[in-house]
């Protein structure tokens, strides 16, 4: 909203204070500020002048004029001008040498097609005032000669411009932002809508509401005897131009002044042009209608539309029709002012896409006493500048509506701020804001009002204005004399934290993994949680796959993505995609976030309740039942080197020990030791898949991917991935963690090779390792796999590294080699590990 400032000084009596200072005014009440721009500041030495000769110059491709030019001076002005809209005993704005016009342009004397120039004769454009360059600015009869044009017209300005959020639909008008700026200076405000328009008579041009959910409040008044020849005065244009918008003819800029003065929209009908009595009404099926912009629009059957005996002539709210559009030869004119629905409009406007400066008030919320006055105000400007004859009488269709009351207790404002208001302050601010405010309390008609009227001892019962719709619960007026009072006057207290309050066992963990992965080289992602059938069939999941079964959204992104992911693997695969395509083939990616897993019996539709109260039990029971599972889990992705190339040798591909690794840097974390077992699991390699378990719980699964889906997505050959389900492992947290004891007695080590089948697991070797040799042990490192002909044909030499140490003494060799040997044996015993060599 765009608003000068001299326009609105006429409605409020503010001090001599600058664009600026009205404007920190106004943000500070909760108005953004997006510009201050300034007009005619740099404008100097421009006068009025009377032509006194004009001398036509031959001999040139188009018209130059040589003019005499009175200005007040010893002696006339010799001018050069090259339009011909003015005549001899004209009076026109002339810039004198040395003058400045708008932008810093200067003007001098000089010579030109043969003759002295001695300023210039100004167009509107040139002075600032419009776009219109047509021809010399021709004053009115009478005009001081010599008097300075710059006060004359008033081209100094400022004009503030404010971005108005949608709850405050009031301050798209002069009016609005007016009754702001006198809260603000405590100034007075003269409301533009107190005009008395004459006592409702007989009906004018006939008119009705069929859809009172449309529309509440209709109002005609008509206008005979309109010159159409009639031209908007400078002040208009003016104003409308430095307000935003283009003037267009008188009827079209009347209706559009009065709508930014008061922010009612009004639309102008051509009389003649209208067909039988004025309808509003739904749109029916199969109906069209041309609007101003020259669109066919077909109209939805929920559309709100102005219809006469032949259709519909407009949409309600947002355009008119070519139809019955104000022309050159209009002499008869029916404006309208009405109230029309607000969320009506607002889908109306988005279903043709079609914005216009009447969509955006109307769903903002427009104030409902406004037509009346509105329409009379017009109806006046059009009588006074186009010589137009009002008609007696006024259309006036009404649905009764209740106004809104609203209780609150008086000292509710202050709870919310966190401060003291007395009771005097906030009957005074809601006063501000055009409530009327009574002692005592309504019956409550929602939830909060119902819990203040219970914890409330001073009540207030508020009647907000017309002019106010947003203002529906306590919580509106509680922010109106918070914001009105100064949130900068609002005290800074620090909450206070209450004992043990913290992050969750279950947030350190994800914490601890994020920051473990990251210390060993992997780069966290954020990837969309929305995947598609065509993402489970890279992933080469059977079609009774668990993970097949996942939520649909309502409202996709895109529809080849319309469902929940329910494995983290897919973001994380196309993420890895787009990196190597971009020329980073080496890459280690890891994403921690939720799955959703929906149950085979869940609803496949959640249930819509109301928000008039709370759901009781059942309703919420039954949302429950339509909520997916959500686990947290954790995922990592590696493609190319693992440990780089360079000039001190050559690196290492990542592979599924690196996806396996990163499982237990996991784990670690949550003081939790994983055992390996080789599995089936897509979409792992089936020779190459681990299935990852804490104790007996499956945590995840590690290993390289399935070839066909690396050649679905296009991946590195023999890229590798990981999966793990956080959730289930802040189930097996061991509680908080406990210092180690630290000895002070140095470590024995002791190696030992075995042999044993070529299918017998690593893991399984390494737990009845650390079983055998006891309490001693104090960690086990495989450090060597050997398979060859050596140890005989399907089998594996598994060498590993015992560290052995005491708290309380040094270890002798015979316990180290007792401890050792007691380890050997049981793993024979239970794997059929023997001694390599022996």
């Known amino acids: 909203m765009k608003v000068p400032l001299s326009w609105l000084r006429e409605y409020v009596d503010l001090p001599a204070v600058t664009a600026h200072e009205v404007a920190d005014k106004l943000t500070a009440a909760g108005l953004k500020l997006e510009a201050i721009t300034s007009y005619g500041h740099d404008v100097k030495n421009v006068v009025v002048g009377e032509v006194l000769a004009i001398e036509e110059l031959q001999g040139f491709k188009k018209p130059i004029r040589h003019c005499q030019v009175e200005v007040g001076e010893a002696a006339p002005r010799e001018i050069v001008c090259g339009a011909t809209n003015f005549v001899v005993g004209d009076r026109v704005p002339v810039v004198l040498p040395g003058g400045v016009l708008p932008g810093g342009f200067e003007v001098g004397a000089r010579k030109t097609y043969g003759r002295m120039s001695e300023g210039m004769i100004c167009s509107e454009r040139e002075l600032g005032l419009s776009d219109e360059h047509n021809g010399i600015m021709v004053l009115p009869e009478g005009t001081p000669i010599g008097a300075d044009v710059v006060e004359l017209l008033g081209l100094r300005d400022d004009v503030i411009e404010m971005e108005i959020t949608p709850d405050i639909g009031y301050a798209l008008s002069v009016r609005g932002v007016a009754r702001e700026a006198a809260i603000a200076f405590d100034a007075v405000f003269l409301d533009p809508a107190d005009v008395s328009p004459p006592a409702e008579s007989a009906p004018s041009y006939p008119a009705s509401i069929a859809d009172p959910t449309a529309c509440d409040r209709f109002v005609l008044r008509e206008i005979q005897g309109f010159d159409p020849a009639a031209r908007s005065p400078l002040w208009m244009r003016t104003r409308l131009s430095r307000a935003g918008m283009r003037p267009v003819s008188l009827a079209v800029d009347v209706t559009n002044y009065v709508m930014l003065e008061l922010g009612q929209p009004l639309h102008a009908f051509d009389a003649t042009r209208l067909n039988g009595e004025i309808v509003v009404r739904r749109a029916e099926p199969g109906e069209r209608l041309e609007t101003l912009d020259h669109v066919v629009r077909e109209l939805h059957p929920e559309d709100i539309l102005i219809t006469d005996r032949s259709g519909a002539i407009s949409m309600a709210g947002t355009m008119g029709g070519l139809n019955t559009e104000i022309s050159d030869t209009s002499t008869d004119i029916v404006i309208e002012a009405a109230h029309f629905s607000a969320s009506g409009t607002a889908r109306m406007s988005r279903r043709h896409n079609l914005v216009s400066e009447a969509s955006k008030r109307f769903e903002r919320g427009v104030d409902r006493e406004l037509p009346l006055y509105a329409s009379w105000r017009a109806a006046q400007l059009l009588a006074e500048l186009g010589g137009g004859t009002i008609q007696p009488g006024v259309t006036h269709a009404s649905i009764e509506i209740e106004p809104v009351r609203v209780s609150i207790p008086a000292d509710y404002p202050g709870r919310v701020a ?142 080849d993505e319309p469902l929940l992911r329910t494995t983290l693997l897919p973001g994380m695969l196309k993420t890895l995609v787009r990196n190597v395509g971009r020329g980073f083939g080496d890459v280690a990616l890891f994403e921690t976030g939720l799955v959703y897993r929906p149950s085979a019996d869940a609803p496949a539709v959640a249930p819509v309740l109301g928000v008039d109260r709370r759901p009781d039990e059942r309703e919420l029971a039954s949302i429950e039942s339509a909520l997916p599972d959500q686990p947290v889990r954790v995922g990592v992705v590696l493609a190319g080197e693992f440990e780089r190339s360079g000039w001190w040798g050559a690196g290492r591909q990542a592979g599924w020990a690196d996806a396996i690794e990163a499982a237990r840097v996991v784990a670690r974390e949550a003081g939790l030791t994983l055992e390996v077992r080789a599995d089936r699991h897509e979409p792992w390699h089936p020779g190459r898949c681990a299935a990852l378990y804490a104790g007996e719980v499956l945590v995840g699964h590690a290993g390289e991917l399935h070839p066909r889906v690396i050649e679905a997505y296009g991946l590195p050959p023999r890229t590798s991935a990981m999966e793990l389900e956080l959730t289930r492992l802040e189930r097996l947290l061991p509680g908080p963690a406990q210092a180690p004891v630290i000895s002070a007695y140095p470590v024995a080590t002791q190696d030992v090779a075995l042999v044993v089948d070529g299918s017998t697991p690593v893991a399984s070797v390494e737990a009845v390792l650390y079983e055998g040799a006891g309490d001693l042990l104090e960690s086990i490192r495989l450090f060597d796999v050997y398979a060859g002909a050596q140890i005989g044909e399907g089998n594996k030499s598994l060498a590993y590294s015992l560290r052995f140490r005491a708290a309380d003494r040094t270890l002798t060799v015979e316990e180290t080699t007792a401890a050792r040997d007691a380890a050997v044996a049981l793993a024979g015993e239970r794997t059929g590990a023997r001694l390599r060599g022996v």
């Open 418 to 559: 966190g401060t003291v208001y007395d009771r005097e302050t906030v009957v005074r601010r809601l006063e501000q804001v055009g409530c009327t405010v009574e002692n005592g309390s309504t019956p409550p008609t929602n939830e909060i009002a119902v819990m203040l009227a219970v914890t409330g001892d001073d009540m207030l019962t508020a009647t907000p204005p017309s002019w106010r719709p947003d203002l529906t619960d306590p919580n509106d007026l509680a922010e109106e004399v918070i914001r009105l009072e100064g949130y900068e006057k609002l005290p800074s207290i620090l909450p206070g934290a209450p004992a043990g309050a913290g992050l969750t066992e279950g947030q350190r963990l994800r914490r601890r993994a994020g920051r473990a992965l990251a210390a060993s080289g992997y780069v966290e992602i954020l990837a969309y949680p929305f995947v598609g059938e065509r993402d489970f069939d890279n992933l080469q999941l059977s079609g009774d796959d668990a993970r097949r079964l996942a939520v649909r959204l309502a409202n996709p992104l895109s529809e």
